[in-house]
């Protein structure tokens, strides 16, 4: 994707040059990302980790509610923690490790992208991660070995709460981070374009797991039915062996994965 300097609105273009002044360090570290992910993840459940503990105390949500089972604080303090520990113990030392052969002698681009482009290559980067994750998640489900050493950590909780997003195994917390920071130099994006697709990709994993059909969630916003969303994927926390996507639904309507109430009950694990 090419950065064409006379394309760059006004809007994005003192933003970048802003990064490039004062704020270089996050083009060139590679603990940057991790810092960008982790913190949309804490940033993001907070408020529907309160709609939680709050409960019938809080107007409107416990309508949208779509499982009974409300989490108290210990399984959040679980999860937070794994989230924490995993990071610790697994991510830092990846993030150290790509430090040890990361080249930051490589200028970043001057120019920002356009809206079009930074939009593009989000929605690009978002499709190849949903067909990455989709491939990697039938194949975690249907080997009953594979699922029981790395995925079935994930499914601990068939009433899925927004903490449990990062309910995950090293392998597969490893997995998805290579994925997020791998498909933006492959499909090379603009850094701030990978950024952007960063934290799209936290905020619609957490979407995914809040056990809310809000009125204004993105599956509703989105047209066609194209964006799974919260329903699509409470209900594989619930019948594990259908949408597999992790944020759209073509995949699965064509590879026949999809939810049906002919597939309801079709549990293996
Ligand atoms: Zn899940
Ligand atoms: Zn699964």
């Given at each position: 994707?090419?950065?064409?300097?006379?394309?760059?609105?006004p809007?994005?273009?003192?933003?970048?040059?802003h990064?490039?002044?004062?704020?270089?360090?996050?083009?060139?570290?590679?603990?940057?990302?991790?810092?960008?992910?982790l913190?949309?993840?804490?940033?993001?459940?907070?408020?529907?980790?309160?709609?939680?503990?709050?409960?019938?105390?809080?107007?409107?949500?416990p309508?949208?509610?779509?499982?009974?089972?409300r989490?108290?604080?210990?399984?959040?303090?679980?999860c937070?923690?794994?989230?924490?520990?995993?990071h610790?113990?697994?991510?830092?030392?990846?993030?150290?490790?790509?430090?040890w052969?990361?080249d930051?002698?490589?200028?970043?681009?001057a120019?920002a992208p356009?809206?079009?482009?930074?939009?593009?290559g989000?929605?690009?980067?978002?499709?190849?991660?949903?067909?990455?994750?989709?491939?990697?998640?039938?194949?975690?489900?249907?080997?009953?070995?594979?699922?029981?050493?790395?995925?079935?950590?994930?499914?601990?909780?068939?009433?899925?709460f927004?903490w449990?997003?990062q309910?995950?195994?090293?392998?597969?917390?490893?997995?998805v981070?290579?994925?997020?920071?791998?498909t933006p130099?492959?499909?090379?994006?603009?850094?701030?374009?990978?950024?952007?697709?960063?934290?799209?990709s936290?905020?619609?994993?957490?979407?995914?797991?809040?056990?809310?059909?809000?009125?204004?969630g993105?599956?509703?916003?989105?047209?066609?039915?194209?964006?799974?969303?919260?329903?699509?994927h409470?209900?594989?926390?619930?019948?594990?062996?259908?949408?597999f996507?992790?944020f759209?639904?073509?995949?699965?309507?064509?590879?026949?994965t999809?939810?049906?109430?002919?597939?309801q009950?079709?549990?293996?694990?």
């Amino acid at each position: 994707m090419g950065h064409n300097s006379t394309l760059s609105p006004p809007a994005l273009q003192p933003l970048w040059d802003h990064v490039l002044l004062q704020q270089r360090w996050a083009v060139q570290s590679p603990a940057f990302p991790v810092l960008l992910s982790l913190s949309g993840y804490l940033a993001f459940c907070l408020p529907f980790a309160a709609a939680d503990l709050l409960g019938p105390r809080l107007p409107g949500f416990p309508r949208w509610k779509m499982q009974r089972w409300r989490p108290g604080p210990r399984p959040m303090a679980r999860c937070l923690g794994r989230a924490l520990s995993n990071h610790l113990l697994f991510v830092l030392p990846a993030v150290g490790l790509k430090g040890w052969w990361w080249d930051p002698s490589a200028p970043p681009p001057a120019a920002a992208p356009t809206l079009c482009q930074l939009l593009a290559g989000v929605l690009s980067c978002l499709l190849v991660f949903d067909l990455q994750y989709y491939i990697w998640h039938v194949v975690h489900h249907w080997n009953r070995r594979l699922y029981r050493a790395v995925h079935a950590t994930h499914h601990r909780y068939a009433a899925p709460f927004s903490w449990a997003t990062q309910q995950l195994g090293p392998w597969e917390l490893l997995t998805v981070g290579f994925w997020s920071s791998t498909t933006p130099l492959l499909l090379k994006v603009h850094p701030l374009t990978s950024w952007v697709f960063m934290v799209s990709s936290v905020w619609l994993s957490v979407e995914d797991h809040i056990g809310y059909d809000l009125p204004w969630g993105l599956h509703r916003l989105v047209p066609g039915g194209l964006v799974g969303g919260s329903p699509a994927h409470d209900l594989h926390h619930r019948d594990p062996n259908t949408n597999f996507a992790p944020f759209f639904t073509h995949l699965d309507r064509a590879f026949g994965t999809a939810y049906s109430h002919q597939t309801q009950g079709s549990l293996q694990w």
